[in-house]
């Protein structure tokens, strides 16, 4: 398969020195991205949840170059969309190809009131920057976008009525079939169905959304605003309850009448649990964007819970040479999936500048866990070669600090550097 990761190259290369516009096909327009990414991930030989390097086997050089393909159709009320990702995954010792089928969507506007929409999508809800909580088909991953290489996933399978009213006011009902992707919920989730009813409020400077839905056997409700404040600040928030918390936690099993090991185990019982988020924006005369949010993670770990997977982190490292070293090296694997998101309060703040010297932009952040000083803080420098290509360089530093999560990432760094072309 190094011949799709050979074709992408020269694709690229053959582009470079032109800024193709769109084109069509027929009544298709066809827009598309090509990704040259180079990724340098030095590993942390020996953690608290990786001892020695023997659970996680980190590649510290890596490329994924990537193309895409958005195409569009419209014809008179129905329209077509797609968002498709080939990404090869090269490293020292493999190269494997991945598709993405990120979107495929029709929407069918019946009349001014009333859309009919259904496909293959991702759900992106919420006015929050980091994360959001209002949004019950959360990703799994905390929305770092400031990176060079796109984040890409297989969308869920969805349908969709949405009605708009006069006075701002509209409604959507969803019936989506997704697989719950945030960290705590472990590794092995399974598809479900879901629906969910959302309603939305436009004012003339904000707006307001709640939403109700029903994930499997959990009540979900939901919640986000959104209001601007002058022309220069922006605030939002959002909140969210589930009835039932599906956070993996740490679990001694006895065998044998005497011996112990542990394991990962999803809580399903009734127990109502809280997220929200709050923060704003501001963007100052010369352009330069500001964003700063706190978030409460109710699902995440308390103290109590998090001293417990220490407990089984220890233990477990003692039994990687001993009868249990297949549970043991489990429990140590997915609790590393669980680092960089496993507490429940955290600062964000990020500032951006389209104009940093002549074209250059420039965007760095950091989070702050507030219970164990937990860092993780980052950087990205984007130049325009011409319209449409673009050279990027940027990185995350994951912090040291004794005892807090990111010191227990089994990577020091990411550095990462990248052309990329959109046509």
Known sequence: MKVVSQILLMLFLNLMPIALPAFEL???NVRGQVELPWQYTPERANTFFNPNGVIINNQQHSSLPALRFTPKFSQGSVALQGDFWLQSLITSTKTEETFFFQKSTFNWNINDQFTVSGGIDLQHWGSGYIWNPSN?????EINFVDRVISYKR????????????RNGWSTSLYFVN???????YGINVEHQNAFALKLNKQF????????YALLEDTNFIGGSYSASIGNQLELHGEFSLRDKRRSVLPRSIVANGQDSFFILQAN?????RAQFLIGGQYTTNNQINMIFEYLYNGEAYSEKEYDHLVQGSNQSRLQLDGLFAAPSAGFLGESNSLLGSMKR??????????QLID????RAFVRFGIQDSSVITGGLLSYPIKNGLNLMLGGQYYGKMAGSETAAIPFQFVLYSGLTLLF
């Not at 399903?268 to 109502?272: E, R, T």
């Not at 074209?359 to 420039?362: F, H, N, R």
Request: aromatic share 14%; glycine share 10%.
């Open 345 to 354: 309060h955290y600062l964000f703040f990020r500032v951006a500048d389209g």
């Open 359 to 362: 074209k250059l932009e420039g």
């Open 204 to 211: 003339d400077n904000s707006d307001v959304s709640l939403t």
């Open 154 to 165: 297989n969308g869920n399978f969805f349908a969709s009525l949405d009605w708009s009213g």
């Open 268 to 272: 399903k019982h009734i127990d109502w």
């Open 178 to 184: 997704h697989r719950p992707r945030e960290k705590l």
């Open 26 to 28: 027929g009544k298709i």
């Open 136 to 140: 019950p088909f959360q990703d799994r």
